[in-house]
């Protein structure tokens, strides 16, 4: 299995800021995920982190309002941009490791947005 | 194509009975299924998971049956415990996309005592 750890772990945050969510993986994990889980609701893939160069978004998601970084192997950031109450959800960050058989997910982290 | 549909949506079990959760599946590209198993507050945890030329596979109480010709398969779970009360997540793995999962949309198992 892989170690994956995130935080913050929880936020409170006012309309129209932004959150950083930070995600460090071990060493074993080649490939990095965000997902975002809306309370009650399934994951839904957000993008993969690519090391050095920009993350592949799924449909519906733009870079303008979840920018990530992933500038080595180990650490992804997440940012949620002009956040609004829509964006209170959970964020996992998941990582694969070399098989890729499996996604290993971090806590999450608990958005609420006021 | 891209979906995994699951269900029962909630399911509630006396203790000891048997929990039984299926998903299905379109995309014949997905090759890989695992369940996860969430508790309130948690993230996700890698529960059991299957390859399509296995039709079961099964880990103490856990049992995953695979029928690859229906693109169907579902979690078992014998003699069901008041700690098994979670949401389960079925999972399929989407090789020709990098490796990335698509999940079912969950099921809230109550185990009564």
């Known amino acids: 299995s892989a170690v994956i750890s995130q935080k913050p772990s929880r936020d409170i945050c006012q309309r129209g800021t932004s959150l950083t969510i930070q995600c460090q993986v071990d060493?074993?994990?080649?490939?990095m995920f965000w997902y975002r889980q809306q309370p009650g609701q399934s994951l839904t893939l957000i993008a993969t982190?690519?090391?050095?160069?920009?993350?592949?978004?799924e449909s519906g998601f733009v870079i303008d309002k979840f920018p990530i970084s992933r500038p080595n192997l180990t650490f992804s950031t997440l940012t949620v941009s002009n956040m609004s109450p829509e964006d209170s959800s959970i964020y996992l960050c998941?990582?694969?490791?070399?098989?890729?058989?499996?996604?290993?997910f971090g806590e999450g982290s608990w958005l609420t947005v006021v | 194509q891209q979906q995994v549909k699951q269900s029962p949506q909630s399911l509630i079990v006396q203790k000891g009975g048997i929990s039984i959760i299926n998903c299905a599946y379109e995309?014949?590209?997905?090759?890989?299924f695992p369940w996860y198993q969430q508790f309130p507050g948690k993230g996700p945890a890698l529960l059991i998971a299957?390859?399509?030329?296995?039709s079961e596979k099964k880990e103490g109480r856990f049992t995953i049956s695979f029928n690859k010709s229906a693109k169907q398969f579902s979690l078992h779970i014998m003699d069901s415990q008041p700690g098994d009360s979670a949401t389960y997540f079925c999972?399929?793995?989407?090789?020709?996309?990098?490796?990335?999962?698509?999940f079912g949309p969950g099921t809230r198992l109550s185990v009564l005592p």
């Open positions: 998941g990582g694969t490791v070399y098989s890729g058989n499996t996604i290993y």
């Open positions: 060493s074993q994990v080649t490939m």
């Open positions: 982190a690519n090391q050095g160069s920009e993350a592949t978004y």
């Open positions: 995309n014949t590209a997905f090759d890989y």
């Open positions: 999972a399929a793995r989407r090789d020709n996309y990098g490796q990335n999962f698509v």
């Open positions: 299957i390859r399509p030329d296995v």
